[in-house]
């Protein structure tokens, strides 16, 4: 079996190689008990998002990338990832489509491209302090006065920001 | 926030590539994320624990009360609280005055080996009991070149509730009458009692800062270069595992002061084991061993358990 047919939840068609397996523990699943030419439908994952995927396998040639640093030591994601067309591939995306790759990911059983994702999301919430954080996701007045002091006091590391020196 | 539509297992999976005060933050910042932190508390304490160096018990303290602890603790009163209790590279003569306790010995003294490279002291955080500096080091003998004073561990394992933070490390070489003066090493730590120290090998016969630097890349540490008139430093900022290596350190040995260096170690960090890793020295000699005057973690000690001892 060299190739397998992906289809999108909008019913488009995709081909690829069957070695998807190595990165998708759905798909790696599915071939246990697959018929040639047999469509498998991924109801879950949209067609940009499954071109996103197969770029992303394409890349790696079907492979499991090193995993991106855990911890991650900097908000750039470069500083975090071994291969820098991960970084690339991930930065050209937005909050929204990050989510939405991640939910695709899910679906899929694809850790290595969830945790890219994942990771690039903890790069948005690296060496920020909570003012900033709450700026930045447009957060305002959630605690009352008293509950706010109370968790300043107890969490007053949060009031700092860390810089990477 | 749209995060807020990710499943409560991709945040656990985002907490993990975050630091203690990443977290600090994050847990304040709005009721979705306090609201996270508080019910997947355990999650929590375990991640910043193992953040910490900290083995995790359940008779560990709250995350957010070390931390507190940490961030109201002076970092002005550093203490001087390891003691050297194991060499595997002999002691000069088997002479008490060359022995691995003149190490933590701010009022001098030089511990001298008997190998000539790659020599692993192993350090124990042993607040309450000193060595008699007057026995015997073969006393303490096991092998030809390794030496191991046992009681010391023995009593140590009675401070589990206080654990050390180690901030600055003291580096001082002989200024004179020693042909033998240490040039490189490195520091290491670990919160429990090591058996496996391959890592440590990895930075064998590392002699320079680029050797230092290639090493911690295939052990995906970061690092950071510090250059400086009498020494050159690569810091290493800590991943978890067994083994923390500290930082690698180049003494020039022509500008040397008697003043020693002073390695500051960046991280919140506690360690029960210290390591040092004596790689080299320059030799006058053939064949020759390695002098080293101090070599001092100092920190400062924070109450980690529910007891007081």
Known sequence: ?165 | MNFINLKNSNFLEIIKYLELKDLASLSITCKFFNNFFIKNEDFIQKQVLYLLGIEYSPSVNPWKIILLRLRNSSVTGLQNLFQPYFTDGGTYCDKAYYFIWRLVQDRGGTYCTHLQGNILVKYIFSPKVKPSMDEDPTKYKISEDVFNIHYLEENANENQSYCPEIRKILIKVPMGGFSCPCETLMCFSSYKKIENFSLIQNFHSCKTKEDAIRNGEILKLSAKIIEENDYEAVIFKKIIGEIQPICWVKINLEKRSSNGIWIETGDSFFARYFYVLLISARKIYPNSNIDISNVIPWSRVIIIGNVWI
């Open chain 1, 1 to 165: 079996m060299s190739e397998i047919t992906l289809v999108s939840k909008e019913g488009t068609k995709i081909q690829i190689s069957s070695q998807f397996s190595n990165l998708s523990g759905f798909i790696h699943n599915i071939l246990q008990d697959y018929q040639q030419n047999e469509d498998i439908s991924l109801a879950s994952v949209s067609f940009i998002n499954l071109q996103m995927i197969l770029e992303y396998a394409v890349h790696h040639n079907f492979q499991v990338p090193q995993p991106p640093r855990c911890p991650i030591t900097s908000p750039n994601i470069a500083d975090n990832v071994s291969d820098p067309w991960d970084a690339e591939f991930v930065n050209r995306l937005n909050e929204d489509q990050i989510i939405d790759l991640v939910t695709a990911t899910n679906f899929l059983d694809m850790k290595s491209l969830m945790d890219l994702c994942l990771a690039k999301i903890a790069c948005m919430f690296k060496y920020k302090d909570i003012e900033t954080l709450r700026k930045e996701y447009g957060i305002t007045e959630e605690f009352t006065a008293e509950i706010e002091e109370k968790l300043k006091s107890d969490f007053p590391w949060a009031m700092e920001a860390e810089s990477n020196d």
